[in-house]
C-alpha cells in the first residue's frame, strides 16, 4: 500500500526519534565500556573521547575484579537471588493470574478487589520491615526475594493476556474431564511462552537490581549481592576508603568503576536480545485486553 505523505512524514519522525533515544541509550553504555578498558597511561593523558576508543586497550580492571573474592561472592549472590526471585515469582503469579482469569469464577470480582489493594494502598517500610523479619528472614537471601515475588501489575498483565488465548481450547478440555491444574499446565502454559518470558524478564531485571530490600535485610557482607558491592566501590573510590585497597593497585579508580558499572549490567544485556521476539508481543497481548 502506498503511504500518504502524511503518513510518511510521520514515519520518519518517529524513525528519526528511536534513533535519537537509541543513540543517548548507547553513548553512556560505550563510555563506560571504553573507560572500563583503557589503560593508566591514557586516562592521565586524556587522548580519547566520547566516540574515540583508546589506543591501547587493558582488561586490567575486569581482571581484578573477576579474580577477587568479593566480587566473586556478590555475583553468585545475585545470580542465586535472581535464579530463586523469578522462580518463586513465576510460580506465584501464573495460578493466581490463571484464576483471575476464569470469567465464570464465583467471587471474582472479590479477588480482584483483594489482589488491587496491596497495589493501591502501599503498607509502608516499618511494617513490611517487621513482617519480614519476624519471620526470621533477615539475613537470609529470601528476604530479598520474598517481599517481592508477586508484583500486582504482572499478574493483571499475564491475567489479560491468558483471558485472550482462545476459550474455546479450554471448554474442550473442561468437557473431557480434565481439572483447571490439568489445563493450566497443558493448554494454558504451552501457549504462554511470550509472556511468561516477558513477565520472567520483567522479574529478572528487579531482582537482579534490587537494591534497597538488600541493604535492608542482608547485614552479613558475605550475603550481600552486586549492586551492593557497586554502592560500597563507588564510595570508596570517591573517598578512597575501600577496604581492600590492593583492588585499586593495577588499574585507576575510574576504570575499576566503570567496570563495575558495565560488569553488573552485562547479565541483563546478554538476556535481553535472547528474549526480544517475545517480548513485544507478550506486553502488547497482555496489556492492550480485558
Given at each position: 500500500?502506498?503511504?500518504?505523505?502524511?503518513?510518511?512524514?510521520?514515519?520518519?519522525?518517529?524513525?528519526?526519534?528511536?534513533?535519537?533515544?537509541?543513540?543517548?541509550?548507547?553513548?553512556?553504555?560505550?563510555?563506560?565500556?571504553?573507560?572500563?578498558?583503557?589503560?593508566?597511561?591514557?586516562?592521565s593523558?586524556?587522548?580519547?573521547?566520547?566516540?574515540?576508543?583508546?589506543?591501547?586497550?587493558?582488561?586490567?580492571?575486569?581482571?581484578?575484579?573477576?579474580?577477587?573474592?568479593?566480587?566473586?561472592?556478590?555475583?553468585?549472590?545475585?545470580?542465586?537471588?535472581?535464579?530463586?526471585?523469578?522462580?518463586?515469582?513465576?510460580?506465584?503469579?501464573?495460578?493466581l493470574?490463571?484464576?483471575?482469569?476464569?470469567?465464570?469464577?464465583?467471587?471474582?470480582?472479590?479477588l480482584?478487589?483483594?489482589?488491587?489493594?496491596?497495589?493501591?494502598?502501599?503498607?509502608?517500610?516499618?511494617?513490611?520491615?517487621?513482617?519480614?523479619?519476624?519471620?526470621?528472614?533477615?539475613?537470609?537471601?529470601?528476604?530479598?526475594?520474598?517481599?517481592g515475588?508477586?508484583?500486582?501489575?504482572?499478574?493483571?498483565?499475564?491475567?489479560?493476556?491468558?483471558?485472550?488465548?482462545?476459550?474455546?481450547?479450554?471448554?474442550?478440555?473442561?468437557?473431557?474431564?480434565?481439572?483447571?491444574?490439568?489445563?493450566?499446565?497443558?493448554?494454558?502454559?504451552?501457549?504462554?511462552?511470550?509472556?511468561?518470558?516477558?513477565?520472567?524478564?520483567?522479574?529478572?531485571?528487579?531482582f537482579?537490581?534490587?537494591?534497597?530490600?538488600?541493604?535492608?535485610?542482608?547485614?552479613?557482607?558475605?550475603?550481600?549481592?552486586?549492586?551492593?558491592?557497586?554502592?560500597?566501590?563507588?564510595?570508596a573510590?570517591?573517598?578512597?576508603?575501600?577496604?581492600?585497597?590492593?583492588?585499586?593497585?593495577?588499574?585507576?579508580?575510574?576504570?575499576?568503576k566503570?567496570?563495575?558499572?558495565?560488569?553488573?549490567?552485562?547479565?541483563?544485556?546478554?538476556?535481553?536480545?535472547?528474549?526480544?521476539?517475545?517480548?513485544?508481543?507478550?506486553?502488547?497481548?497482555?496489556?492492550?485486553?480485558?
Open positions: 500500500m502506498r503511504k500518504s505523505p502524511g503518513d510518511a512524514v510521520f514515519q520518519f519522525l518517529v524513525d528519526n526519534y528511536l534513533v535519537v533515544i537509541l543513540i543517548l541509550m548507547v553513548l553512556p553504555l560505550w563510555r563506560v565500556f571504553m573507560l572500563s578498558v583503557t589503560p593508566q597511561v591514557d586516562l593523558d586524556r587522548t580519547f573521547g566520547m566516540l574515540v576508543p583508546p589506543s591501547r586497550w587493558s582488561l586490567a580492571a575486569y581482571k581484578q575484579f573477576l579474580t577477587h573474592p568479593s566480587f566473586l561472592v556478590a555475583a553468585g549472590n545475585s545470580f542465586l537471588i535472581l535464579g530463586m526471585g523469578v522462580s518463586l515469582s513465576l510460580f506465584l503469579t501464573v495460578p493470574a490463571y484464576v483471575l482469569s476464569v470469567r465464570n469464577l464465583p467471587g471474582r470480582r472479590f480482584h478487589t483483594l489482589v488491587m489493594i496491596p497495589f493501591l494502598f502501599n503498607p509502608g517500610l516499618i511494617p513490611s520491615y517487621l513482617v519480614v523479619t519476624g519471620l526470621g528472614l533477615y539475613d537470609r537471601l529470601l528476604a530479598v526475594v520474598v517481599p515475588a508477586i508484583n500486582v501489575y504482572n499478574v493483571f498483565v499475564m491475567k489479560n493476556f491468558f483471558e485472550g488465548l482462545p476459550e474455546e481450547l479450554k471448554e474442550a478440555a473442561r468437557i473431557d474431564g480434565a481439572s483447571e491444574l490439568y489445563i493450566l499446565f497443558k493448554v494454558v502454559i504451552p501457549l504462554s511462552k511470550p509472556i511468561l518470558l516477558t513477565i520472567g524478564l520483567f522479574y529478572g531485571v528487579h537482579w537490581n534490587d537494591f534497597f530490600n538488600a541493604i535492608l535485610y542482608l547485614g552479613d557482607a558475605r550475603l550481600q549481592p552486586l549492586p551492593i558491592l557497586l554502592r560500597n566501590i563507588l564510595q573510590a570517591n573517598f578512597n576508603e575501600y577496604v581492600d585497597i590492593d583492588v585499586f593497585s593495577e588499574a585507576r579508580m575510574e576504570s575499576l566503570a567496570a563495575s558499572v558495565f560488569l553488573t549490567a552485562l547479565p541483563m544485556l546478554l538476556i535481553y536480545p535472547w528474549i526480544q521476539r517475545y517480548f513485544t508481543k507478550g506486553t502488547l497481548s497482555g496489556g492492550l485486553k480485558g
